[in-house]
Antibody, heavy 119, light 106 residues
């Protein structure tokens, strides 16, 4: 059974870097793209970016200047860094598997982790 | 920029059919997928590639597309289907989610 689990600080100070990690179990890590999505309170889902196991990335243009997604295939983990955090980055952050065989739909999601940006 | 628009809410009686639309410029040239999100839970993929159901998704969920509008249909709606639903598509390798629709089963 494929499982994804987000981890990282639940509270980040303004102007600091938000850092999260997603751990993958029960799936072939090398056969998929892996993505990050967030959802501010009461708002719609927002795609942040994705990474392939080779390290190839693609980011939301609206966040591109502040986002870095990296991968550690030996640990079956991928990570998100979002610099210069502001209150607008307060959200539930999800990691998810992006399946090419399903024409790039997010078929497996983590449980989500709440990140609050506040001093 | 590319965006996907959904009605904010849809109400349906148990056993009836609910239809949720998703409109976007040139959506007809892209694949749409649909996610169900219940309060406090992660989204679940219910439709991909416009009209295909992942394994484990009930047959009452179906998808279609006409022109630049994709539609998610829930036939024989059950109380357990009460949730928010989001469409999603890719525009030049950028992922875009729809504005979301709250389905209420009255």
């Amino acid at each position: 059974q494929v499982q994804l689990q987000e981890s990282g600080p639940g509270l980040v100070k303004p102007s600091e870097t938000l850092s999260l990690t997603c751990s993958v179990s029960g799936a072939s890590f090398s056969s998929y793209y892996w993505g990050w999505i967030r959802q501010p309170p009461g708002k719609r889902l927002e795609w942040i970016g994705y990474i392939y196991y080779t390290g190839s990335t693609n980011y939301n243009p609206s966040l591109k200047s502040r986002v870095t997604i990296s991968v550690d295939t030996s640990k079956k983990q991928f990570s998100l860094k979002l610099t210069s955090a502001t209150a607008a980055d307060t959200a539930v952050y999800y990691c998810a598997r992006l399946s090419g065989s399903l024409t790039y739909a997010f078929d497996i999601w983590g449980q989500g982790t709440t990140v609050t940006v506040s001093s | 920029s590319f965006d996907l628009t959904q009605p904010p809410s849809v109400s349906v009686s148990p056993g009836q059919t609910a239809s949720i639309t998703c409109s976007g410029d040139k959506l007809g040239d892209k694949f749409a997928c649909w996610y169900q999100q219940k309060p406090g839970q992660s989204p679940v993929l219910v439709i991909y590639q416009d009209n295909k159901r992942p394994s484990g998704i009930p047959e009452r969920f179906s998808g279609s597309k006409s022109g630049n509008t994709a539609t998610l249909t829930i036939s024989g709606t059950q109380p357990a289907d009460e949730a928010d639903y989001y469409c999603q598509a890719w525009d030049s390798s950028t992922g875009v989610f729809g504005t979301g629709t709250k389905v209420t089963v009255l």
